[in-house]
C-alpha cells in the first residue's frame, strides 16, 4: 500500500496544540533528508507526532495549529515507537492558528 493513498482529512485531526519539536530521522519513505517530529496534542487524539520538512519556521508552545495535508505514517523509528502507529501523520506543513 503507498502512502499517498493514506489520506486524512485534516478536521478528523482538528486544531491542536503544539508541545515542541525534536528531531527528525534522516530517512522518511525512502528519502533522505531532514525531517522535523513535531509534538501536537488535542483531546480527540491526546497526544500525536507529525512529521514535516525541516523548517526555520517557529512554533510557540502552547500555540493552536493545524495540519496541511496529512496522511498516516507508519515509524518504525525507536523514538516513534512511545506514540501508537496510528497516531502518527506526514503533512507538508503546520499551520499556526490565529
Not at 513535531?38 to 507529525?50: A, P, R, S, T
Not at 498516516?72 to 515507537?81: A, K, M, S, V, Y
Amino acid at each position: 500500500m503507498k502512502q499517498e493513498t493514506l489520506v486524512l482529512l485534516p478536521n478528523f485531526i482538528g486544531d491542536a496544540i503544539y508541545e515542541g519539536f525534536e528531531a527528525g530521522p534522516a530517512q522518511l519513505n525512502g528519502k533522505k533528508g531532514s525531517y522535523t517530529r513535531h509534538i501536537l496534542f488535542n483531546e480527540k487524539h491526546g497526544k500525536f507526532y507529525v512529521y514535516t520538512p525541516a523548517s526555520s519556521r517557529v512554533i510557540g508552545n502552547g500555540k493552536m495549529v493545524t495540519v496541511e495535508k496529512p496522511l498516516l505514517f507508519i515509524d518504525n523509528t525507536i523514538n516513534g515507537r512511545n506514540i501508537e502507529p496510528a497516531k502518527n501523520v506526514w503533512a507538508e506543513k503546520l499551520i499556526e492558528v490565529k
